[in-house]
């Protein structure tokens, strides 16, 4: 079964520009969560999707937006990008989401390679 | 808020022996999970270890073990019979399941080097 695909892997962009990064996960995973990581402020949550709706979202401003699609892939939107977006940026899947949340149900979190985002 | 707090930034040790990373928490929920997950120089984060906070047994899977003090807020990776591979950034984290949500809390990482 293939993992998380993230695309592009690598991108270079300029300050004001916009990004749109992709994310496909495992085959049958219907959760989605994308994270921003900085070696200055380490791994940080960004949102977070299940079935085509955002269930949580961390704090970012606005510029940084995501959605999700019907087959489940999700794509994330930075708009006018500033040189502190430079970063790596991982998605994560998982089966079901928190939609059956169980305590008893152990399940992992998926994440994939990351897209290295480089904002000059 | 919840909060992981990582104290070693860095830490070595010697092949074949055995390191524990430290971690500590805090939150005011009662019900969560506790997580290790390891991120080698290929970006992957890898899930290393879980522990569910209700469980008092400590979670093991092959050489790796946690030490889980609920009181203490404290979740530490005992790493045994360190290999070259182990060599990664590890990351402590912590998940409570509000709302459906999985979101992860992170701490900001250890990176160990396994050295020959």
């Known amino acids: 079964k293939a993992g998380v695909t993230q695309t592009p892997r690598y991108l270079i962009k300029t300050r004001g520009q916009q990004v749109t990064l992709s994310c496909s996960p495992i085959?049958?995973?219907?959760?989605v969560s994308w994270y921003q990581q900085t070696p200055g402020q380490g791994l940080q949550f960004l949102f977070e999707?299940?079935?085509?709706?955002?269930?949580n979202k961390g704090n970012f401003p606005g510029r940084f937006s995501g959605r999700q699609f019907s087959n489940s892939r999700s794509e994330m939107n930075v708009s006018t990008l500033e040189l502190g977006d430079s970063a790596l940026y991982l998605c994560?899947?998982?089966?079901?989401?928190?939609?059956?949340?169980?305590?008893?149900?152990?399940?992992?979190?998926?994440f994939g390679n990351g897209t290295r985002l480089t904002v000059t | 808020a919840q909060t992981v707090t990582q104290s070693q930034p860095e830490m070595s040790v010697q092949e074949a022996e055995t390191v524990t990373l430290s971690c500590t928490y805090d939150?005011?929920?009662?019900?969560?999970?506790l997580f290790w997950y390891k991120q080698p120089p290929s970006r992957q984060m890898i899930l290393v270890i879980r522990?569910?906070?209700?469980?008092?047994q400590n979670a093991t899977e092959n050489r790796f073990s946690v030490n889980f003090q609920k009181a203490a807020k404290s979740f530490s990776l005992k790493i045994s019979d360190s290999q070259l591979g182990d060599t990664a950034m590890y990351f402590c984290?912590?998940?409570?399941?509000?709302?459906?949500?999985?979101?992860?809390?992170f701490g900001k990482g250890t990176k160990l080097t396994v050295n020959p």
């Open positions: 994560a899947s998982s089966l079901l989401g928190g939609s059956r949340w169980n305590y008893s149900y152990s399940w992992p979190l998926h």
């Open positions: 085959s049958g995973h219907r959760s």
């Open positions: 999707y299940f079935s085509e709706t955002q269930r």
């Open positions: 939150t005011s929920e009662s019900n969560y999970y």
């Open positions: 522990q569910e906070a209700y469980k008092q």
């Open positions: 984290a912590f998940m409570c399941p509000q709302g459906g949500s999985e979101k992860l809390v």
